[in-house]
């Protein structure tokens, strides 16, 4: 059973304000991947982590950041909320393995107004 | 560069029907591949790999996963289809490669009519 949690599942904002997303994993996995999801639209990758003091930038330019200080959290952050960020965010973690299967949170909905 | 195309972005059946879900790669070697299941407001499920070996996957739910090389297809059946497996589907194509990159489906939705 994987166990990803994100936290808030479901988040308004107004523009301009600073926000973090959460992620966590108590599976141990290296890997982290943050996705952003809209209605109708393949998933997008906007940021991965290799393990701690690794992060990369994705298929998807973001405006977002992350960090990995730790291996089990892999938090996201806006430092100033748009309402074009308003999407769903997926967070997913995988073993460093030669599988690259994924474990994924139930993810944060964000509405930015 | 590895892709994946669902070409039904909408699909609906009667329960108790039979049910294809298509599901086209594009991939230079042997690829992974996966079937996902999102329910409305929730994270992706994984129902289905293929990594090697039996081409045909069985999953939960009675689904079943067909990898086909010369169609480069990965079609996800189920004989008869019932009201709970409303939902949307990803199919997705995973590199051996050191980034290990999944790329994912547009996604096909499933609705089902009693």
């Known amino acids: 059973e994987a166990d990803i949690y994100q936290t808030p599942r479901y988040l308004v904002i107004g523009t301009g304000k600073k926000i973090t997303l959460e992620c966590s994993q108590t599976m141990g996995h290296d890997k982290m991947y943050w996705y952003q999801q809209d209605p109708g639209m393949e998933l997008h990758l906007i940021h991965y982590s290799y393990g701690v003091n690794s992060t990369e930038k994705g298929d998807l330019s973001s405006e977002s950041t992350v960090s990995r200080i730790r291996t089990e959290h892999f938090p996201l952050t806006l430092e100033s909320a748009r309402p074009s960020h308003t999407s769903q965010y997926l967070c997913a973690s995988s073993e460093l393995s030669l599988t690259p299967q994924q474990y994924f949170g139930p993810g944060t909905r964000l509405t930015v107004t | 560069a590895q892709s994946v195309t669902q070409p039904d972005i909408h699909i609906t059946v009667s329960e108790g029907a039979s049910l294809e879900l298509r599901c086209n790669y594009s991939?230079?070697?042997?690829?992974?591949l996966f079937w996902y299941v999102q329910s409305p407001g929730q994270g992706l499920q994984l129902l289905l790999k293929?990594?090697?070996?039996?081409?045909l996957v069985q999953g939960i739910k009675g689904f079943e996963a067909e990898f086909k090389r010369s169609q480069s297809s990965f079609n996800r059946r189920k004989p008869s289809v019932h009201w709970s497996d409303a939902a949307e589907y990803f199919c997705a194509v995973g590199d051996s490669g050191g980034y290990q990159k999944v790329t994912f489906g547009t996604g096909t939705k499933l609705q089902v009519i009693p």
């Open positions: 991939y230079g070697a042997t690829p992974y």
């Open positions: 293929y990594f090697s070996g039996d081409t």
